[in-house]
Nanobody, 120 residues
């Protein structure tokens, strides 16, 4: 059973930075593409970024140039470095095992997520 545990969220001022982490257990982490997603109140969950098993990355246009996804296979952990945060980035952030070719095609149950709040 795959488990996803996100952490690192919090309250930050606009323009600030946060680094999110997601520890994955129960899967062969190094073989999987991993994605970050976010869901704001009243909105659908949206894709943010993907990193392939080989380290290739892809980003939603709304975060390109501000967010960086990375991974540490030895720690079975995927990260999301978020810079230049704006109130529009406020949401609960989730990670999941994802298809590189279909960003909303995920393969595990969602974790509890981590809340990111950005004050203006």
């Amino acid at each position: 059973q795959v488990q996803l545990v996100e952490s690192g969220g919090g309250l930050v001022q606009a323009g600030g930075s946060l680094r999110l982490s997601c520890v994955v257990s129960g899967s062969t982490f190094s073989r999987n593409a991993m994605g970050w997603y976010r869901q704001a109140p009243g909105k659908q969950r949206q894709w943010v970024a993907t990193i392939s098993s080989g380290g290739n990355t892809n980003y939603a246009d709304s975060v390109k140039g501000r967010f960086t996804i990375s991974r540490d296979n030895a720690k079975s952990t995927v990260y999301l470095q978020m810079n230049s945060l704006s109130p529009e980035d406020a949401a609960v952030y989730y990670c999941n095992i994802v298809s590189w070719y279909a960003t909303m095609s995920v393969f595990a149950s969602w974790g509890q997520g981590t809340q990111v709040t950005v004050s203006s």
